[in-house]
């Protein structure tokens, strides 16, 4: 093999730090950096993705429930309905005769209206009345019910259902954790 003459490119500076076909070594923790890089780019299109949704489905009410969760509030797949047929309960109109603690209220929006069932609520509590939860309902109903869980309810509902101008009320089982659960429909007018 032939022997060349020493040039200017036979000697390289030590500093350089070059390995091989002139590239450095990686610095310890590189690849950790490009995971916390690509995580965060994940939990922000996530967190846009929920937001998105959240909006597209009028499921935020920004509102703070008195008491329970809204889990309790919404409404199951199979209801039993039962229309009453006694006339002779009077309506409760006096809301200091109701205990929150044994009577929970329960309002839900069942339009695409947002807010609707906080403005019934605060409309509600002006009166006396303490609402418990509220919330979206699972589907939307073209007609405002009150429907309650017990018969000795009765009253408390035609009270709360003569309070926001509901004519129909209902016993139903549908709604468990609620004593009265008002529907709230496209003919409700706040």
């Known amino acids: 093999m032939p022997k060349f003459d020493r040039d200017r490119f036979d000697d390289v500076p030590a500093d350089l730090d070059r390995v091989g076909a002139h590239r450095a070594e990686k610095r310890p923790g590189s690849g950790w950096i490009a995971f916390a ?4 780019a994940v939990g922000v299109l996530v967190g846009a993705g929920v937001v998105y949704l959240g909006v ?9 429930p008195s008491s329970s969760s809204t889990a309790e509030a919404q409404a199951p797949e199979t209801e039993t309905v039962t229309p009453t047929a006694s006339p002779t309960v009077a ?13 929970t209220i329960t ?7 947002a807010g609707l069932a ?3 609520s605060e409309r509600l509590e002006t009166a ?12 939307r109903v073209a007609t405002s019910t009150v429907y309650y869980s017990a018969t000795d309810d009765e009253a408390a509902a035609l009270g709360l259902a003569q309070q926001l101008g509901i004519t129909d009320v209902e016993a139903s089982d549908a709604f468990p954790g609620a004593a009265v659960t008002i529907v709230l429909g496209a003919d409700y007018s706040a």
Do not use: H, K, R
Request: no cysteine; charged share 5%; net charge negative.
């Open 107 to 113: 309002v839900l929006n069942g339009t695409a209206t």
């Open 128 to 139: 006396g009345w303490v609402v418990g939860t509220q919330g979206n309902a699972s589907e």
């Open 118 to 120: 906080g403005s019934a």
């Open 56 to 64: 597209a489905n009028n499921s935020f009410q920004f509102v703070n």
């Open 91 to 103: 309506p409760l109109t006096d809301p200091s005769q109701v205990d929150p603690s044994v009577t």
């Open 37 to 40: 890089w690509a995580a965060l």
